[in-house]
Structure formats: C-alpha cells, structure tokens
C-alpha cells in the first residue's frame, strides 16, 4: 500500500535527521581526531623544545668548563712567561713620556658673544595719516603719537646700551677668567716639566735620590699579570755604583690551583682537576725566579754602566705565620749580579732557576712554603746607603777557589771577612785541622760579647760532632756566641743541635760566599759540593 505524502514528508525528514545526526557524529569525531593532533604535536613540540633545552644548556656548562680551561691555561702561560714579556718592554725610564704637553683650550663666549639688535625708529614710528585722517584733525593726533613713539625710541636705546654694556663686561670678564686658566695651566705644565727635566739631570748626574726615585718609577711601572705586587724599595749607593732592590713577591695562591676543569652532567657541576702540588711549587719556584731577573734586567736596562755596576735584589713576602699568626716579610731569594756578567746572559733562551744558580743567588729551598733566607743585603735601605766599602783582601778575585788555598790562606781570609764584620781583638789559638779557632770581641753594646770563631775548609758535610765541639769550647771560653764558617754545609743533626742552642750560628758555603762578596768586594769561588735538597 502506497505511503500517503504525509508519510513520506515524515520519512525524507527522519532521513535527513539521520544524516544530519551523523554528520554531526562525523564533525565531533573529525574535530576530536584534529584536537588530538594538535594535542600530539604539541607534546612532540614540547618534547623537541625540552630537548633542545637540555641540549643547550649542556652545550652551555661544557662550554664554560672549556673556558674555565682556556682561561687557566692562559693564565699559567702568562705566569710562565713574565721574563719573556718583560724583555719587549723599551723605555722603561721615558722621561720624554713624563713631561706634559700643554694644549690650549679653545674659548667660546656662547651666546654672549652675539650682540643684541639695536631697536630701530621704523619699529616704534606710527604709520603716517591718510587724507581723510588729516582733514579731520589727523595730523596733530600723529604728531602726538610720534611724540609718544619717539620716547618709547629713546627709552629703548638707553636700555639696549645698558644691555650690550653689561653684555661686554660679562664677555671681558670670561675672557680674563679663561685667560688666567690658560695662564695657571701653562705655569703648571712648565713647573711640572722643569721638574722632570731636573730629575733626569740629576739621575744623569748620579745623584742618589734621584737615582733611587727614577728607578722605583721604572720598576713599579713595569706592567705585570694581575696579582702580582710591583711594589720596590730601591737604595743606591753613587760611591760603588751599586744599588739594592727589594721586590715584593705574590703569594702562592698566584699560581691557578686547577689545570682543568670538565662538566659532570650526572651531578649537573663543573668540577676542576686540581695542579699536583709539586707542579704548584714548581710553578711558583719560576715565578719567583723570573721576577728577581726581571728587576735585575730592568734596573740595568734603566741605567748606564757609569752610574750603575751592580745590583742586588731581595725579594720579600707579606705574609703571616703559620705558627704565630703574626705578620712577617721573609726573604725568598737574593740575588746579586754585575754589569759585566748580566749581559753575558741570553735571557730570552735560559732557564731562570738554572741562571739563578750561575749567579750563586740564596733562594729558599721550599719557597712555596715560605722558608726564609738571609738577603745578601739587609733590607734596611738606611743601614744599605751608610754601609762604606771595604778595600780588603785585595788578592782575591773570581777565580780564587777557597777550598784549594791553603790553611795559613783561609785563617786570613776569615779573619779579615769578620774583622771587616767589625770584630775586634783577634786573637788566634794553634788548629788540629784546616780552619781557625779563635776568640773575637764583638763591640756591639747589644748584642756584642765573646765570640769563639772556627773555619772548616771541608769539601764534604761537616760532622755534627764538629758542631758539638764547638759548643763544648763556647762552655770552656765562656762564650756568648758561636760561629762555625765552612766551605761546604752541615747535616740535618748539625742545624738541630744549632737550633736547640741559639747562640750557635752556623755558616754555610753559599752564605760565605755572599759574605765575602758583601763585607770585602770579592766574588770568590767556594768550590765544594752544594748541600743535598733532601737533608731536612
């Protein structure tokens, strides 16, 4: 039976409410796929970007470790190569560079230097009457007004002569002040560089203050790598031509502490790979070195052979004790050299420590653990410039060796270094060996008093039993002070009984050596063997 038209109405419209239903059902799964995607994507996106983050900052630390790295190691070879930079280094007393130029400032009024307009009469005049104003009584009102104007004229001009007079006298005011600047810089500037011209005439002429001032400029002045002092105290002494620097050291923590350094992800830390201590101290040990021969070459270079001939140079460290926590300034190293024999010296190829030891400088056998030496000079530079030259032991010279002279020899030689030291009463006693026993006076109202004196001409290491005889003949004498002077050294067991009894000094051959050079101006040969570096 046909469907009557109502039915198939309602039919067409289930139909379309069907399909429309599932087109529905078609856009929400369509639209959950597409949101889904998206949900997808977005997580691959910030996966990819969480990835890459990471990625970043992993590049980022090793980078920086690599840095850390390259800036150690920069470090180390700058530290390394002070004494190579230091040679580039020209004018190091640039008296030209001290003087100042004198530049005129150029001067400028500003807007005082612009004149104000003068007022002018076409400003102030009324305009003239027509013909109607005129036949109406125009002519006596303009008359009138050009009165009034010509008044207003007059009043301006005195006002704008009083204007441009205040204006000049504010302008030759500035001027003169300007000009008294200019003067006042001039003066200075001249005052300045007669000053320098009369401390290079007196550092030519060798005057000892100015000697003293030039050279504490050139060597505080030298550039050095950050954290090390370029503190000096310079003495010289214009009679001999010698001259005494005393250097300040930089700590030991000067030396980088790490050799590298790498990032440890699983910690998330960059962590260094510490130096070995022994390189440290080596490290240190040349750095010390190539600053003492750095002040050597630059005072040398900074002078002429006719007002400089000799120099020694202490270096010093400000530090604190370890064991008192007070504040001390041992010496490191002392080393002293002539003209003649520093310019035998290519600096740019020899090993520093190496030349120190040609040089017979005292360094400290433990610098970096800052274990003092005694300066060839005292650091007093007061007590340096008043020290007179000693014109003893005129047979000596750089060839003489002291363990090949003779008995009689020797006995000479000590008597005459001590005497030079200032003792007194001299009195010699016979000797079962090769040196000299003998009873001094020392006149020192402090610290003077009986002093037993006793030489070892030894090749080898003096016994302690020597050490100890020594002080059984103080007991015998009734001595205050013993001092026992060797051409070698002494053994552990000799510098621990000295120790235990302080009035026993003891002298080894380096120290004698710089004794002779000091108190008789002669560089002498010791010719023994130098002490062991593993006897204490």
Known sequence: MAQSKGQQRRERERRAALQAQKAQERFIAQQQ?????????????????????????????????????????????????????????????????????????????????????????????????????????????????????????????????????????????????????????????????????????????????????????????????????????????????????????????????????????????????????????QRYADLIAQLALLALRDTFAATSADLVSEVTVNCHLSTTDRATGQAIRPCLLTVSASRGKFDELVLDKLEPRECLRHLNALMSPHPYDVEPVKPIFDPDLTRFRLVDAHSVAAGLDSRTVLVEQTPNEFEHLVRELFEAMGMKSWVTQASRDDGLDAIAVNPDPVMGGLAVIQAKRYVKSVPVEAVRALWGTMEDKKAGTGIMVTTSYYGKAGHDFAQRNERLRLIEGPELKHLIKEFLGQDVIVGAKEPPKNRR
């Not at 009034?148 to 002040?177: G, N, P, T, V």
């Open 33 to 281: 796929r597409e949101a889904e995607r998206q949900q997808r994507e977005t997580k691959r996106a910030e996966a990819q970007a969480d990835r890459d983050r990471k990625a970043q900052y992993l590049a980022e630390r090793v980078a920086e470790a690599e840095e850390l790295t390259s800036t150690t190691a920069a470090r180390s070879a700058t530290l390394a190569s002070v004494l190579h930079a230091g040679l580039t280094r020209q004018a190091l007393l640039d008296f030209r560079g001290m003087r100042l130029d004198f530049v005129a400032e150029e001067w400028s009024a500003g807007k005082l230097s612009d004149a104000e307009r003068a007022p002018l009469w076409e400003d102030f005049a009324p305009p003239a009457p027509g013909l109607v104003s005129r036949m109406f009584g125009g002519d006596t009102r303009y008359n009138q007004a050009v009165q009034q104007a010509r008044l207003r004229f007059e009043q301006e001009q005195a006002a704008h002569r009083q204007r441009e007079a205040h204006r000049l006298a504010q302008l030759d005011h500035i001027r003169q002040q300007h000009a008294n600047r200019e003067e006042e810089r001039r003066k200075h500037v001249d005052q300045h560089n007669a000053q320098v011209d009369a401390l290079r005439t007196a550092f030519q002429n060798g005057e000892q203050e100015a000697v003293e001032r030039c050279l504490r400029i050139a060597l505080e002045a030298a550039p050095v790598p950050e954290g090390i002092p370029q503190l000096a105290e310079v003495g010289y002494r214009p009679d001999s031509g010698q001259v005494l620097v005393v250097r300040e050291l930089p700590g030991t923590e000067v030396i980088p502490a790490e050799t590298a350094f790498r990032y440890v992800k699983v910690r998330d830390a960059i962590e260094p790979t510490p130096r070995k201590p022994a390189d440290v101290r």
